[in-house]
């Protein structure tokens, strides 16, 4: 049986004094109670304040940039995701200006916390990521237009770097080490890379080994890039999970697999294994594009 430890021994690498960035991490693992035995623990990541394992990304990418920059004032990224929401908050927290490109089709629920922490909102058209006016391009522009930081976290390596030196730290300490499979959902990879680096990194030292296995959704690109198999048309519904290329954030070296497995599959396939599944959020961000009423316009 695993006993979780509910929070984290493992100090912040990223301390800060803002009472409300101070609480960002260290978040619950609990069991998953339909499995016997605590083999299937969970990471919350919806425990952080906006909700999502981005708040960690976005504490230490941001608080890094300034440390290396005094004249740092302005910070843009681009997000699909949850980053905007969790890049809005800490830039506010630290007085710094934000602005976000996101795509038109971006769920309300996350425009409202960009908004909420006084973010600029620059919706961009769903175009091919080609385009000038995609949301990516449109970030790289303002960046250079106002002189601001660019996140970037489809290339910063900060981004997997952050889960290395953090949310694998938490996770691994919380189980006492006793994990023998890794589950996360990718977008940028960032979460598996990193999570999955430390976790196979501290394995290796206690003489042991972690299989990490990433999740990608239906139709996206990142398990067919991983396995060598040809693109399909891109085409997901949840904002985060799944791309449409192999980004440098996706450290494939650090991933045994990376398909339509989850937690649930790989207990199933092997009742022994004890595993860890990060969830990167609550889920209530997509309700009200998942579910929109059509009868509301
Ligand atoms: C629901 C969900 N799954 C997976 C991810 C992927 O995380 P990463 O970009 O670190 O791969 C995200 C990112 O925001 C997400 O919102």
């Known amino acids: 049986m695993i006993r979780p430890q509910p929070t984290s021994t493992v100090p912040s690498p990223?301390?800060?004094?803002?009472?409300?960035?101070?609480?960002?991490?260290?978040?619950?693992?609990?069991a998953y109670p339909g499995v016997a035995d605590g083999r299937v623990q969970c990471k919350m990541e919806s425990a952080n304040p906006t909700g999502s394992m981005k708040d960690r990304v976005a504490l230490g990418i941001l608080l890094e940039a300034v440390a290396a920059d005094e004249n740092l004032d302005t910070v843009v990224e681009a997000s699909s995701g949850n980053t905007a929401g969790a890049v809005a908050l800490v830039a506010n927290r630290l007085g710094l200006r934000c602005h976000l490109t996101c795509p038109e089709t971006t769920s309300p629920h996350k425009i409202g916390y960009m908004h909420a922490f006084g973010a600029t909102v620059h919706r961009c058209p769903a175009v091919d990521s080609s385009h000038p006016d995609h949301y990516r391009a449109t970030a790289r522009r303002l960046a250079e237009e106002l002189d601001a930081f660019l996140i970037n976290q489809y290339e910063n390596q900060g981004n997997p770097t952050v889960h290395a030196r953090w949310t694998g730290?938490?996770?691994?300490?919380?189980?006492?080490?006793?994990?023998?499979?890794?589950?996360?959902?990718?977008g940028t990879g960032g979460l598996m890379s990193g999570t999955a680096r430390y976790v196979k990194d501290a394995a290796a030292e206690a003489g042991r080994s972690v299989r990490t296995v990433g999740v990608d959704a239906v139709a996206s690109n990142i398990a067919n890039s991983f396995y060598g198999a040809p693109p399909v048309p891109y085409?997901?519904?949840?904002?985060?999970?799944?791309?449409?290329?192999?980004?440098?954030?996706?450290?494939?070296?650090?991933?045994?697999?990376?398909?339509?497995?989850?937690?649930?599959?790989?207990?199933?396939?092997?009742?022994?294994?004890?595993?860890?599944?990060?969830?990167?959020?609550?889920?209530?961000?997509?309700?009200?594009t998942l579910f929109a009423d059509p009868s509301a316009d």
């Open 14 to 30: 990223y301390p800060t004094d803002d009472p409300i960035l101070r609480l960002i991490g260290n978040t619950p693992v609990v």
């Open 169 to 186: 730290p938490e996770l691994w300490a919380q189980l006492d080490g006793q994990l023998t499979h890794l589950v996360c959902a990718m």
């Open 235 to 288: 085409e997901t519904t949840v904002e985060g999970l799944g791309k449409n290329e192999k980004l440098s954030t996706m450290w494939f070296d650090a991933i045994d697999e990376a398909a339509l497995h989850v937690a649930l599959q790989v207990h199933q396939e092997d009742p022994s294994a004890r595993i860890g599944v990060v969830i990167c959020d609550g889920g209530d961000q997509y309700f009200d």
